[in-house]
């Protein structure tokens, strides 16, 4: 096996386990841990996986992302954090818009349950959870389901979002960074996310901190397009300062 065959099928045990260990690679591929290190470092290079303390995981692309199951595996106590905090922006807004994702139906769990809300939403999961409550009225975006992430896209969502205004969007990504904003791998996503931003009065990001520097294919939105950032605090200070300098306040839970 040659080093590009080698980083191929490090690439792609990431991708069907959501991460890698650099010890065990080593062992399955009979490597030294170093020869793994230089492989991780190229992938990082090349925008494929993201390195972590003795491993790495995948980075979403045009040609690869992640599943809706596979995001409840992942620093779920983090993202229940983001999620208390970015509920408890909601001030008065009357109507809200809750995002495809893990993150985005936390949000939608963690909101008030005897506030008076209409809330409108992509995401079957999250509809399904918000049914229940007396107090809701849940409008559910018409379009095609997205198997990945159980979501509906293409014209028919983006038409009937054109027709609300909306107080409050809690938005999600697949990727945010300073050079190129907002990011997913589907256009049809982006088509349907960017429609939100343009339509609602305030936006919220709501995203755990290793999202933050990575870029996915499809650009909706700058970071100055935010109103407020939610992360975990495995964002530095300093670097939630310099998003903060591009418009949105953000806060660190």
């Known amino acids: 096996m040659n080093s590009m065959e080698r980083r191929q099928r490090i ?11 650099v010890q065990k690679l080593a062992a399955d591929l009979a490597v030294s841990p170093e020869t793994v290190r230089r492989d991780l470092h190229r992938l990082e290079q090349q925008g494929l996986v993201r390195r972590t ?7 979403e692309t045009a040609r690869f992302e992640t599943t809706l199951d596979t995001r409840t595996t992942r620093l779920v106590t983090e ?9 408890q922006l909601l001030a008065d807004a009357e109507s809200v818009f809750i995002d495809e994702g893990y993150t985005p139906r936390l949000i939608a769990e963690a909101l008030p349950a005897e506030r008076a809300l209409t809330v409108v939403t992509a995401s079957l999961d999250t509809a399904a959870i918000l049914a229940d409550s007396p107090a809701t009225t849940v ?17 028919w969502a983006v038409d009937m979002l054109a027709g609300f205004v ?3 969007a809690f938005v999600g990504a697949n990727g945010i960074s300073r050079e190129h904003g907002l990011t997913t791998p589907d256009p ?20 755990v901190h290793s999202k933050f520097g990575a870029s996915s294919f499809c650009r909706f939105a700058d970071v100055a397009d935010v109103d407020a950032v939610v992360t975990d605090v495995g964002l530095p200070a300093s ?15």
């Open 79 to 87: 993202k229940r954090r983001i999620a208390t905090a970015a509920a």
């Open 53 to 59: 303390h003795g491993g790495a995981y995948p980075v």
């Open 139 to 155: 409008l559910l975006l018409g379009g095609r389901v997205r198997s990945r992430t159980r979501a509906t896209v293409d014209h």
């Open 11 to 21: 690439l792609a045990l990431a991708r069907d386990h959501g991460q890698v260990d």
């Open 188 to 207: 049809a996503v982006a088509a349907v996310k960017a429609q939100v931003i343009s339509v609602s009065r305030r936006v919220v990001f709501a995203g």
């Open 166 to 168: 909306i107080d409050l």
């Open 239 to 253: 670097e939630a300062h310099r998003y903060s300098l591009l418009g949105p306040v953000v806060q660190r839970v």
